[in-house]
């Protein structure tokens, strides 16, 4: 039976994860691109004083919420980071670099720059087409643009709630494993690898179930410190992952900057193989050039999409939690979240492994014989090694634990919102306890099977997703445009805050009073 299921989801994943797909994905962030006249650029001044930069004005409604029920605009940023800087930044990188060569990384970065806006289109749509639940919190997210977007046009209104269904399901099921189990698994393989206690390695026999001792204690107190969080709902999420996710993320940027500083004088070779095995310069014959190229693009875009997110339609729903008023404004922090984590996070991920030999940058052969997250140990440990301790693998086993851990905080309030959807709010208590619970199984099973099934419906989220970002496209231009008009233009015509009258009223008032 097992055989089979693992038959069934390698089929379907292959058409999920594969080339159409990630045409779609990176289609769909060129065409926004296009239609927005390169918003990205045209107004990235806007973009960064409006975001990171608001964050150290004084008295910036960007990072305090008077809000009872909502949160900050930077608290919905850290939440989302929270979700998407994990293991794949730094699995994830090492795996396309091994797979595509150094080229990979060059198709990253261009899914990072396609996927800004495919990310800016979903927090616009979100926060345009969010309510209010029963708790007086705000709701958004694909589900809602599903239904009350796409379901709003003529003869759509079946299909839009059909496909908010779908994706409510599917983010789901993907919460329990790529947002809970494999990142638990992930997190007590590296803490009983790393830091081994022999007292505590050895095996119990529950049933027929053989467990380690090691792995349940790790999954029982991460149960615990995750339960303390999750179970106090969005505000002790973002209260959390407010302080936590700056701390993480800048611990292994300044690691990971070091390494560069170390080894600066290999900039110019590595950005070099980055860009010459991005087009096949440097294999030999027409055949090999093609493979060459193949590979790296469909890594670098696989493995891009897969650490940003953008296209899947899940970050969506924390930004959509947040204070802000106008929805470009939260869009341009999707803008930011995509730079920060591939262009920054898995660039610096990238140089670590490229500049310390680990990989031959005139041939791209992979030269040491680690993989995935061993292979950045190794790279750290060229750096961060003294007296034959190699302190750069206990470094990224830690690092490891702390994504691993708030990429968990982050997928339980996708899943919540999700369930929300689908149950009503009042059901959230029983997916929360649920959600907790299987953070034991995660940290004490064997979960290939899991990881690879929880990957598919991960990816499948993003076909319901994109569709209600493409046909309602034009409403993301003309919110676009309308805030650009107001902005730089001086036009005084009606802000479009909210597709619901009531909402739309209501938030009107508060623009008005914020500018007072």
Aim: glycine share 12%; aromatic share 12%.
């Amino acid at each position: 039976m097992l055989d089979l299921i693992a038959k069934i989801n390698s089929a379907v994943n292959g058409v999920v994860w594969g080339i159409p797909m990630l045409i779609l994905i990176i289609g769909t962030g060129i065409y926004m691109t296009l239609r927005t006249k390169v918003f990205q650029i045209t107004y990235a001044k806007h973009v960064t004083a409006e975001t990171i930069g608001g964050v150290f004005k004084k008295g910036s409604h960007v990072k305090n919420s008077k809000e009872k029920a909502s949160i900050s605009q930077f608290q919905a940023l850290c939440t989302a980071l929270a979700a998407t800087i994990g293991v794949g930044n730094i699995a994830g990188v090492a795996a396309a670099i091994a797979a595509g060569g150094p080229g990979a990384v060059f198709w990253m970065w261009l899914s990072a720059f396609f996927g800004m806006m495919t990310n800016f289109s979903e927090n616009v749509l979100g926060i345009y087409y969010r309510r209010k639940n029963a708790h007086g919190e705000w709701c958004g997210g694909a589900m809602y643009y599903l239904r009350d977007g796409l379901g709003a046009k003529k003869g759509c209104e079946r299909i839009g709630k059909v496909l908010a269904v779908l994706f409510s399901v599917f983010c789901i099921l993907a919460s329990f494993g790529i947002g809970n189990m494999s990142q638990v698994n992930t997190i007590a393989g590296n803490i009983t690898s790393v830091f081994k206690i022999q007292a505590l390695d050895r095996t119990l026999t529950i049933g027929s179930a053989e467990i380690n001792l090691y792995a349940l204690i790790v999954g029982i107190l991460l149960m615990i410190l995750a339960g303390l969080v999750i179970v106090g709902g969005i505000k002790r999420i973002a209260q959390f992952t407010e302080k936590f996710v700056p701390f993480m993320a800048c611990a292994y940027i300044i690691g990971a900057l070091i390494v560069f500083i170390v080894n600066i004088t290999k900039v110019g070779e590595v950005f070099g193989a980055i860009f010459s095995f991005a087009f096949g310069f440097k294999a030999v014959g027409g055949a090999a050039i093609g493979l060459a190229v193949k590979a790296a693009v469909t890594w670098g875009f696989k493995r891009g999409v897969f650490s940003n997110e953008a296209g899947l339609g899940s970050s969506v729903m924390v930004h959509s939690a947040s204070n802000v008023i106008e929805p470009v404004m939260q869009g341009m922090w999707g803008i930011f979240e995509v730079f920060a984590d591939t262009i920054v996070v898995c660039t610096l991920t990238a140089f670590s492994i490229l500049s310390t030999g680990l990989i031959d940058l005139q041939t791209g052969e992979m030269i040491s014989a680690n993989e995935k997250t061993a292979l950045v140990s190794e790279a750290f440990g060229t750096v961060f090694n003294f007296g034959g301790l190699n302190i750069g693998g206990a470094f990224i086993a830690i690092a490891i634990l702390l994504f691993a851990f708030s990429t968990v905080l982050g997928w339980s309030y996708y899943g919540t919102k999700a369930w929300e959807f689908l149950f009503g709010t009042k059901a959230t208590i029983i997916y929360k306890v649920i959600f907790v619970v299987f953070i034991v199984f995660g940290a004490t099973m064997s979960l290939d099977l899991a990881w690879d099934i929880s990957d598919t419906f991960n990816g499948l989220m993003a076909l319901p997703n994109l569709i209600g970002v493409l046909a309602l496209s034009g409403t993301v231009i003309k919110i676009t445009r309308n805030y650009v008009a107001r902005t730089f233009q001086g036009s005084k015509e009606a802000p479009m805050l909210s597709a619901f009258d009531d909402i739309q009223a209501e938030q009107e008032a508060k623009l008005k009073a914020q500018k007072q």
